[in-house]
């Protein structure tokens, strides 16, 4: 099958950088599935898991927001955070989901802190999330 590389990329460090055969990605419109010879496109992107797609398995990153370019078969994704599943401490993400529920219950929807709050949910949550899946 053919592939294409894929660059993940944080302001500390380069996470990722392979040949694969598919990337699932989530931005601010919705999924978007990328394959070898993509047309090419830049678009935001929100706290999710992306999906890699190589030699017949699946691996999940768990990244903060960012950006995603495709440009001549390769994608190159800069991520504010990038962790692998392996990376993840589930205790920590755990507590952060506490503490970020509890400023939530504490803040109104107008707030500052309040949107700060639901960034750190989602984040906590989409962590805890790939962490499961570590093999």
Known sequence: MSTFRLEIVTPERKVYSEEVEMVIARGELGEIGILPNHAPFVTPLVVSALRIKKNG??????????????????????????????????????????????????????????????????????????AKVKK
């Open 57 to 130: 398995s699946e691996t999940l990153i768990a990244i903060s927001g960012g950006f995603m370019e495709v440009n001549q078969n390769k994608v190159v994704i800069l991520a504010e955070t990038a962790e692998l599943p392996q990376e993840i401490d589930v205790d920590r993400a755990a507590a952060a989901k506490e503490r970020a529920e509890q400023r939530l219950a504490k803040s109104g929807a107008a707030d500052l802190d309040f949107k700060r709050a639901q960034f750190a949910l989602q984040r906590a949550l989409n962590r805890i999330q790939v």
